[in-house]
Protein backbone atom coordinates (compact mmCIF):
# COMPACT_ATOMS: atom_id res chain seq x y z
CA UNK A 1 0.00 0.00 0.00
CA UNK A 2 1.29 3.48 -0.95
CA UNK A 3 2.22 5.86 2.15
CA UNK A 4 0.07 8.48 2.65
CA UNK A 5 0.42 12.46 1.18
CA UNK A 6 1.15 14.87 3.98
CA UNK A 7 -2.50 15.75 4.59
CA UNK A 8 -3.45 18.96 5.63
CA UNK A 9 -5.24 19.20 9.12
CA UNK A 10 -7.10 21.98 8.33
CA UNK A 11 -9.08 20.36 5.87
CA UNK A 12 -12.84 18.93 6.26
CA UNK A 13 -14.09 16.52 4.07
CA UNK A 14 -18.07 16.09 4.70
CA UNK A 15 -21.28 15.72 2.34
CA UNK A 16 -22.46 18.36 0.15
CA UNK A 17 -25.17 20.56 1.52
CA UNK A 18 -27.33 23.23 0.29
CA UNK A 19 -25.08 25.97 1.09
CA UNK A 20 -22.60 24.59 -0.68
CA UNK A 21 -24.05 24.66 -4.13
CA UNK A 22 -22.54 28.13 -5.07
CA UNK A 23 -19.12 27.39 -4.22
CA UNK A 24 -19.08 24.36 -6.21
CA UNK A 25 -20.96 26.03 -9.21
CA UNK A 26 -17.68 28.40 -8.99
CA UNK A 27 -15.48 25.20 -8.90
CA UNK A 28 -17.24 23.89 -12.10
CA UNK A 29 -16.64 27.01 -13.79
CA UNK A 30 -13.29 27.67 -13.00
CA UNK A 31 -11.48 24.41 -11.27
CA UNK A 32 -9.52 22.41 -12.40
CA UNK A 33 -11.61 19.05 -13.40
CA UNK A 34 -10.79 15.13 -13.92
CA UNK A 35 -12.47 12.04 -14.63
CA UNK A 36 -15.15 13.87 -16.27
CA UNK A 37 -16.28 11.52 -18.87
CA UNK A 38 -19.30 8.96 -19.05
CA UNK A 39 -18.48 5.69 -19.11
CA UNK A 40 -21.86 4.42 -20.79
CA UNK A 41 -25.20 6.00 -21.28
CA UNK A 42 -26.55 4.05 -18.30
CA UNK A 43 -24.64 6.59 -15.67
CA UNK A 44 -26.75 7.65 -12.58
CA UNK A 45 -24.72 10.27 -11.85
CA UNK A 46 -26.35 13.80 -12.64
CA UNK A 47 -23.26 15.86 -14.50
CA UNK A 48 -22.15 18.72 -12.43
CA UNK A 49 -21.50 20.57 -15.06
CA UNK A 50 -24.29 21.38 -16.51
CA UNK A 51 -27.32 20.48 -13.65
CA UNK A 52 -26.12 22.80 -10.66
CA UNK A 53 -29.78 24.79 -11.19
CA UNK A 54 -31.74 21.35 -11.60
CA UNK A 55 -29.85 20.28 -8.17
CA UNK A 56 -30.48 23.47 -6.83
CA UNK A 57 -34.32 22.87 -7.75
CA UNK A 58 -34.84 19.70 -6.90
CA UNK A 59 -32.16 19.44 -4.04
CA UNK A 60 -35.28 18.21 -1.16
CA UNK A 61 -35.85 15.30 -3.33
CA UNK A 62 -32.32 14.61 -4.05
CA UNK A 63 -31.28 14.01 -0.22
CA UNK A 64 -35.17 12.47 0.04
CA UNK A 65 -34.33 9.68 -2.34
CA UNK A 66 -30.46 8.98 -0.44
CA UNK A 67 -32.33 8.37 3.03
CA UNK A 68 -33.71 5.05 1.91
CA UNK A 69 -32.79 2.14 -0.46
CA UNK A 70 -34.15 2.75 -4.22
CA UNK A 71 -32.37 2.99 -7.87
CA UNK A 72 -31.63 6.75 -7.66
CA UNK A 73 -30.55 6.31 -3.77
CA UNK A 74 -26.85 7.64 -5.06
CA UNK A 75 -28.47 9.94 -7.70
CA UNK A 76 -25.82 12.77 -6.36
CA UNK A 77 -23.33 11.91 -4.20
CA UNK A 78 -20.97 14.57 -3.50
CA UNK A 79 -18.42 15.01 -1.39
CA UNK A 80 -16.41 18.37 -0.20
CA UNK A 81 -13.42 19.72 0.87
CA UNK A 82 -13.50 22.82 2.79
CA UNK A 83 -10.83 24.76 5.37
CA UNK A 84 -11.99 27.54 7.01
CA UNK A 85 -15.45 27.72 5.34
CA UNK A 86 -14.10 27.86 1.76
CA UNK A 87 -14.36 25.63 -0.79
CA UNK A 88 -11.63 23.98 -2.00
CA UNK A 89 -12.24 20.81 -3.51
CA UNK A 90 -15.31 18.53 -4.83
CA UNK A 91 -15.45 14.78 -5.59
CA UNK A 92 -18.63 12.98 -7.62
CA UNK A 93 -19.40 9.26 -7.21
CA UNK A 94 -21.38 6.97 -8.24
CA UNK A 95 -21.71 3.02 -8.25
CA UNK A 96 -20.97 1.42 -11.71
CA UNK A 97 -23.21 -1.34 -11.54
CA UNK A 98 -26.37 -2.55 -9.27
CA UNK A 99 -24.63 -4.60 -6.66
CA UNK A 100 -22.62 -1.74 -5.97
CA UNK A 101 -19.14 -3.58 -5.44
CA UNK A 102 -17.54 -0.88 -8.05
CA UNK A 103 -17.54 2.36 -7.78
CA UNK A 104 -16.11 5.41 -10.25
CA UNK A 105 -15.08 8.58 -9.73
CA UNK A 106 -17.48 10.88 -12.35
CA UNK A 107 -15.01 13.72 -11.33
CA UNK A 108 -12.93 15.53 -8.98
CA UNK A 109 -12.89 19.42 -9.13
CA UNK A 110 -9.74 21.44 -7.38
CA UNK A 111 -10.05 25.29 -6.82
CA UNK A 112 -7.47 26.70 -9.25
CA UNK A 113 -4.43 28.10 -7.42
CA UNK A 114 -4.59 24.94 -4.80
CA UNK A 115 -2.14 22.22 -3.68
CA UNK A 116 -4.09 19.85 -6.14
CA UNK A 117 -2.11 16.51 -4.94
CA UNK A 118 -2.78 17.22 -1.46
CA UNK A 119 -5.96 18.49 -2.14
CA UNK A 120 -7.41 15.65 -4.44
CA UNK A 121 -5.54 12.65 -3.07
CA UNK A 122 -7.46 13.42 0.47
CA UNK A 123 -10.74 13.48 -1.29
CA UNK A 124 -10.20 10.10 -2.89
CA UNK A 125 -8.81 8.79 0.81
CA UNK A 126 -11.57 9.93 1.78
CA UNK A 127 -14.20 7.97 -0.47
CA UNK A 128 -11.62 4.94 -0.26
CA UNK A 129 -12.33 4.59 3.12
CA UNK A 130 -15.98 5.53 4.04
CA UNK A 131 -17.99 4.14 1.12
CA UNK A 132 -17.64 0.38 2.63
CA UNK A 133 -19.81 -1.50 -0.08
CA UNK A 134 -17.09 -0.84 -2.52
CA UNK A 135 -14.29 -3.81 -3.45
CA UNK A 136 -13.38 -1.75 -6.82
CA UNK A 137 -13.02 1.98 -7.85
CA UNK A 138 -13.05 3.33 -11.98
CA UNK A 139 -11.51 6.76 -12.93
CA UNK A 140 -11.42 7.67 -16.22
CA UNK A 141 -8.10 10.31 -17.04
CA UNK A 142 -7.00 12.21 -20.32
CA UNK A 143 -4.07 10.27 -21.67
CA UNK A 144 -2.45 13.61 -21.52
CA UNK A 145 -2.71 14.79 -17.79
CA UNK A 146 0.53 13.57 -16.89
CA UNK A 147 0.07 15.01 -13.74
CA UNK A 148 -2.98 13.20 -12.87
CA UNK A 149 -1.89 10.13 -13.75
CA UNK A 150 1.14 10.32 -11.22
CA UNK A 151 -1.42 11.62 -8.61
CA UNK A 152 -3.83 8.57 -8.80
CA UNK A 153 -0.89 5.85 -9.58
CA UNK A 154 0.39 7.32 -6.00
CA UNK A 155 -3.14 6.19 -4.45
CA UNK A 156 -3.25 3.07 -6.11
CA UNK A 157 -4.79 2.82 -9.68
CA UNK A 158 -3.92 0.96 -12.10
CA UNK A 159 -3.84 1.05 -15.84
CA UNK A 160 -7.10 -1.13 -17.15
CA UNK A 161 -7.86 0.25 -20.91
CA UNK A 162 -7.58 2.83 -23.30
CA UNK A 163 -10.62 4.53 -24.14
CA UNK A 164 -10.65 6.55 -27.72
CA UNK A 165 -13.78 8.73 -28.16
CA UNK A 166 -14.68 8.97 -31.84
CA UNK A 167 -17.26 11.57 -34.08
CA UNK A 168 -18.91 11.18 -37.07
CA UNK A 169 -20.21 14.19 -38.80
CA UNK A 170 -23.78 14.86 -39.98
CA UNK A 171 -22.44 14.03 -43.29
CA UNK A 172 -21.26 10.94 -42.48
CA UNK A 173 -24.21 10.09 -40.84
CA UNK A 174 -26.07 10.90 -44.08
CA UNK A 175 -23.58 8.53 -46.18
CA UNK A 176 -23.97 5.92 -43.90
CA UNK A 177 -27.90 6.07 -44.07
CA UNK A 178 -27.91 5.54 -47.54
CA UNK A 179 -27.10 1.74 -46.78
CA UNK A 180 -29.82 -1.14 -46.57
CA UNK A 181 -28.41 -2.79 -43.25
CA UNK A 182 -29.00 -6.35 -43.33
CA UNK A 183 -30.69 -7.40 -39.70
CA UNK A 184 -33.64 -9.47 -40.09
CA UNK A 185 -33.54 -10.75 -36.25
CA UNK A 186 -33.12 -6.96 -34.80
CA UNK A 187 -35.67 -7.07 -31.81
CA UNK A 188 -36.38 -3.98 -29.28
CA UNK A 189 -34.84 -3.98 -25.62
CA UNK A 190 -37.19 -4.90 -22.68
CA UNK A 191 -35.91 -6.31 -19.04
CA UNK A 192 -36.76 -9.35 -20.49
CA UNK A 193 -34.16 -9.57 -22.84
CA UNK A 194 -31.74 -8.75 -19.39
CA UNK A 195 -30.22 -12.28 -19.59
CA UNK A 196 -29.00 -12.24 -22.98
CA UNK A 197 -27.57 -9.12 -23.38
CA UNK A 198 -25.45 -9.55 -19.80
CA UNK A 199 -23.96 -13.21 -21.59
CA UNK A 200 -22.93 -10.31 -24.43
CA UNK A 201 -21.72 -8.20 -22.12
CA UNK A 202 -19.73 -10.95 -20.47
CA UNK A 203 -17.97 -12.67 -23.64
CA UNK A 204 -17.17 -9.10 -25.11
CA UNK A 205 -14.35 -8.06 -22.78
CA UNK A 206 -11.28 -9.36 -21.49
CA UNK A 207 -11.51 -11.08 -18.17
CA UNK A 208 -9.78 -8.57 -16.16
CA UNK A 209 -12.13 -5.73 -17.25
CA UNK A 210 -15.19 -8.45 -16.90
CA UNK A 211 -13.83 -8.87 -12.90
CA UNK A 212 -13.53 -5.33 -12.39
CA UNK A 213 -17.05 -4.34 -13.94
CA UNK A 214 -18.80 -6.80 -12.14
CA UNK A 215 -22.04 -6.81 -14.30
CA UNK A 216 -25.01 -8.75 -13.70
CA UNK A 217 -28.39 -9.62 -15.03
CA UNK A 218 -29.99 -6.33 -12.71
CA UNK A 219 -27.95 -4.59 -14.54
CA UNK A 220 -29.51 -4.98 -17.86
CA UNK A 221 -32.83 -4.63 -16.02
CA UNK A 222 -35.13 -1.35 -15.52
CA UNK A 223 -37.83 -0.62 -12.35
CA UNK A 224 -40.88 0.82 -12.98
CA UNK A 225 -39.78 4.01 -10.83
CA UNK A 226 -36.39 4.35 -13.02
CA UNK A 227 -38.82 4.09 -16.44
CA UNK A 228 -40.48 6.97 -14.77
CA UNK A 229 -37.89 8.99 -13.63
CA UNK A 230 -35.88 8.60 -17.06
CA UNK A 231 -38.85 9.58 -18.84
CA UNK A 232 -38.91 12.80 -17.00
CA UNK A 233 -35.32 13.57 -16.99
CA UNK A 234 -35.32 12.91 -21.64
CA UNK A 235 -38.10 15.59 -21.21
CA UNK A 236 -36.38 18.01 -19.31
CA UNK A 237 -33.39 17.72 -21.74
CA UNK A 238 -35.42 17.20 -24.79
CA UNK A 239 -33.62 14.01 -25.72
CA UNK A 240 -34.77 10.31 -26.68
CA UNK A 241 -33.28 6.94 -26.11
CA UNK A 242 -33.35 3.86 -28.81
CA UNK A 243 -31.93 0.77 -27.77
CA UNK A 244 -32.19 -2.53 -29.89
CA UNK A 245 -30.52 -5.93 -30.32
CA UNK A 246 -28.99 -8.69 -32.57
CA UNK A 247 -30.58 -11.95 -32.21
CA UNK A 248 -28.80 -15.22 -33.17
CA UNK A 249 -31.90 -17.74 -33.71
CA UNK A 250 -29.50 -20.99 -34.06
CA UNK A 251 -27.12 -19.60 -30.74
CA UNK A 252 -30.29 -18.79 -28.63
CA UNK A 253 -28.12 -15.74 -28.00
CA UNK A 254 -27.78 -12.02 -28.29
CA UNK A 255 -24.70 -11.03 -30.81
CA UNK A 256 -25.22 -7.69 -31.13
CA UNK A 257 -26.63 -4.13 -29.08
CA UNK A 258 -26.97 -0.74 -29.63
CA UNK A 259 -28.60 2.04 -27.60
CA UNK A 260 -28.76 5.78 -28.89
CA UNK A 261 -29.24 8.70 -26.64
CA UNK A 262 -30.81 11.48 -29.57
CA UNK A 263 -31.89 14.84 -29.08
CA UNK A 264 -34.71 16.47 -30.10
CA UNK A 265 -33.18 20.11 -30.78
CA UNK A 266 -29.91 19.73 -31.88
CA UNK A 267 -28.11 21.53 -29.00
CA UNK A 268 -25.54 19.01 -28.43
CA UNK A 269 -24.26 15.15 -30.29
CA UNK A 270 -26.20 12.05 -30.14
CA UNK A 271 -24.24 9.51 -28.12
CA UNK A 272 -24.04 5.88 -28.95
CA UNK A 273 -23.19 2.84 -27.04
CA UNK A 274 -22.15 -0.52 -29.17
CA UNK A 275 -21.23 -3.74 -28.12
CA UNK A 276 -20.99 -6.83 -30.68
CA UNK A 277 -19.77 -10.19 -29.73
CA UNK A 278 -15.90 -10.48 -30.88
CA UNK A 279 -16.60 -13.79 -33.13
CA UNK A 280 -19.26 -11.23 -35.03
CA UNK A 281 -17.53 -8.22 -36.24
CA UNK A 282 -19.23 -8.43 -39.26
CA UNK A 283 -22.23 -6.34 -37.29
CA UNK A 284 -20.52 -3.14 -37.25
CA UNK A 285 -21.57 -1.83 -40.57
CA UNK A 286 -25.00 -2.99 -40.61
CA UNK A 287 -25.49 -1.60 -36.68
CA UNK A 288 -23.68 1.79 -37.57
CA UNK A 289 -25.73 2.32 -40.98
CA UNK A 290 -29.17 1.22 -38.44
CA UNK A 291 -28.64 4.19 -36.41
CA UNK A 292 -27.32 6.38 -39.07
CA UNK A 293 -31.09 5.84 -40.24
CA UNK A 294 -32.34 6.27 -36.82
CA UNK A 295 -30.77 9.85 -36.64
CA UNK A 296 -32.10 11.23 -39.33
CA UNK A 297 -35.93 11.59 -37.74
CA UNK A 298 -33.60 14.00 -35.69
CA UNK A 299 -31.92 17.43 -36.17
CA UNK A 300 -28.76 17.05 -37.92
CA UNK A 301 -26.00 16.76 -35.69
CA UNK A 302 -22.87 14.42 -35.18
CA UNK A 303 -22.58 11.47 -33.71
CA UNK A 304 -20.33 10.15 -30.43
CA UNK A 305 -19.18 6.55 -29.81
CA UNK A 306 -15.97 5.04 -27.78
CA UNK A 307 -14.16 2.30 -28.24
CA UNK A 308 -11.48 0.55 -26.62
CA UNK A 309 -7.71 -0.95 -27.18
CA UNK A 310 -9.28 -4.41 -27.25
CA UNK A 311 -11.65 -4.06 -29.56
CA UNK A 312 -9.17 -3.53 -32.66
CA UNK A 313 -11.89 -4.73 -34.79
CA UNK A 314 -14.30 -1.86 -34.33
CA UNK A 315 -11.40 0.97 -34.27
CA UNK A 316 -10.47 -0.16 -37.44
CA UNK A 317 -13.57 0.04 -39.01
CA UNK A 318 -14.14 3.71 -37.71
CA UNK A 319 -10.97 4.64 -39.16
CA UNK A 320 -11.94 2.78 -42.58
CA UNK A 321 -15.17 4.93 -42.74
CA UNK A 322 -13.54 8.15 -41.70
CA UNK A 323 -14.44 9.12 -37.98
CA UNK A 324 -12.63 11.88 -36.70
CA UNK A 325 -11.07 10.79 -33.16
CA UNK A 326 -11.77 13.31 -30.61
CA UNK A 327 -10.09 12.06 -27.05
CA UNK A 328 -8.00 9.51 -26.09
CA UNK A 329 -8.83 8.76 -21.93
CA UNK A 330 -6.99 5.89 -19.83
CA UNK A 331 -9.35 3.88 -17.59
CA UNK A 332 -7.95 2.99 -14.54
CA UNK A 333 -9.18 1.10 -11.46
CA UNK A 334 -8.15 0.22 -8.10
CA UNK A 335 -8.89 -2.77 -5.43
CA UNK A 336 -9.53 -1.83 -2.09
CA UNK A 337 -9.41 -5.10 -0.50
CA UNK A 338 -6.35 -3.81 1.42
CA UNK A 339 -9.41 -3.22 4.30
CA UNK A 340 -9.05 -6.13 5.39
CA UNK A 341 -6.02 -6.93 7.64
CA UNK A 342 -3.04 -8.08 5.97
CA UNK A 343 -0.91 -9.76 8.89
CA UNK A 344 -2.16 -13.23 9.95
CA UNK A 345 -4.61 -12.82 13.06
CA UNK A 346 -3.27 -14.00 16.47
CA UNK A 347 -6.44 -16.00 16.31
CA UNK A 348 -4.57 -18.53 13.88
CA UNK A 349 -0.88 -18.52 15.25
CA UNK A 350 -1.72 -21.75 16.73
CA UNK A 351 1.14 -24.03 18.07
CA UNK A 352 1.84 -27.41 16.72
CA UNK A 353 1.07 -29.12 19.45
CA UNK A 354 -1.89 -27.40 20.58
CA UNK A 355 -3.29 -28.32 16.85
CA UNK A 356 -1.96 -32.32 17.25
CA UNK A 357 -4.10 -32.77 20.77
CA UNK A 358 -7.17 -32.53 18.67
CA UNK A 359 -6.39 -36.02 17.27
CA UNK A 360 -5.67 -37.85 20.02
CA UNK A 361 -8.34 -40.60 21.05
CA UNK A 362 -10.62 -39.72 23.89
CA UNK A 363 -10.47 -43.30 25.21
CA UNK A 364 -8.57 -46.52 24.65
CA UNK A 365 -9.16 -48.84 21.98
CA UNK A 366 -11.73 -51.13 22.31
CA UNK A 367 -10.47 -54.80 21.86
CA UNK A 368 -11.01 -56.84 18.58
CA UNK A 369 -12.56 -60.06 17.42
CA UNK A 370 -8.59 -61.36 16.47
CA UNK A 371 -8.06 -60.43 19.53
CA UNK A 372 -10.75 -62.56 21.42
CA UNK A 373 -10.13 -65.57 19.84
CA UNK A 374 -6.43 -65.28 20.55
CA UNK A 375 -7.38 -64.96 24.24
CA UNK A 376 -9.82 -68.19 23.78
CA UNK A 377 -7.32 -70.30 22.66
CA UNK A 378 -5.41 -69.55 25.59
CA UNK A 379 -8.03 -70.54 27.69
CA UNK A 380 -8.36 -66.87 28.93
CA UNK A 381 -11.05 -64.46 29.02
CA UNK A 382 -10.48 -61.12 26.92
CA UNK A 383 -10.02 -58.62 29.71
CA UNK A 384 -11.63 -54.88 27.71
CA UNK A 385 -9.59 -52.83 30.02
CA UNK A 386 -6.35 -54.74 29.12
CA UNK A 387 -3.91 -54.64 26.50
CA UNK A 388 -5.42 -57.17 24.15
CA UNK A 389 -4.01 -56.56 20.98
CA UNK A 390 -1.89 -59.61 19.60
CA UNK A 391 1.40 -59.95 18.36
CA UNK A 392 2.31 -59.97 14.82
CA UNK A 393 3.53 -63.73 14.99
CA UNK A 394 0.05 -64.69 16.51
CA UNK A 395 -1.84 -63.48 13.32
CA UNK A 396 0.55 -64.88 11.35
CA UNK A 397 -0.24 -68.07 12.44
CA UNK A 398 -3.88 -67.06 12.79
CA UNK A 399 -4.14 -66.88 8.84
CA UNK A 400 -1.89 -69.90 8.14
CA UNK A 401 -4.41 -72.06 9.91
CA UNK A 402 -7.33 -71.22 7.95
CA UNK A 403 -9.27 -70.43 10.91
CA UNK A 404 -12.67 -68.21 9.86
CA UNK A 405 -14.16 -66.04 11.87
CA UNK A 406 -17.51 -67.05 11.57
CA UNK A 407 -17.00 -71.02 11.72
CA UNK A 408 -15.83 -73.07 14.97
CA UNK A 409 -13.09 -74.79 15.66
CA UNK A 410 -13.56 -79.04 14.99
CA UNK A 411 -11.82 -79.56 18.05
CA UNK A 412 -14.67 -77.34 20.13
CA UNK A 413 -17.39 -79.14 18.04
CA UNK A 414 -15.89 -82.66 18.78
CA UNK A 415 -15.88 -81.67 22.57
Known sequence: MNPRLPQNSNLCIRPLQYRDLDAVESLVQHGVEAGKRDLSLATRALDLTRHIPSVRRWYGLLKLLSLFPNPFQHLLCVHVAQEEEHTRGAIQISPFN????????DRAIVEPGACIEDIDSQLLRHCLETIWEARMWLIEVGIDAKSELALYRHNGFQRLAQITYWEMNAALLETLAQREPDLPNLLPVSNADAQLLCQLDTASM???????FDRHVKDFQT??????IEAVQQWIDRTEVVSAYVFEPQRKAAIGYFQLKL??????????ELTVHPAYTWLYPELLAQMARITRDFAPQSLHLTSADYQPEREEYLEQIGAARIEHTLLMSRSVWHKLRESKPAALDLQLSEVLQGFQPARKPIPSRIAWLQEGQRGDRPNPQGDANPSIEELRQFSNNGDRFDKPREEDSGS
Open 263 to 272: CRDGSRPHAA
Open 206 to 212: PPLVRQV
Open 98 to 105: QTRSTWRV
Open 223 to 228: SLLRSA
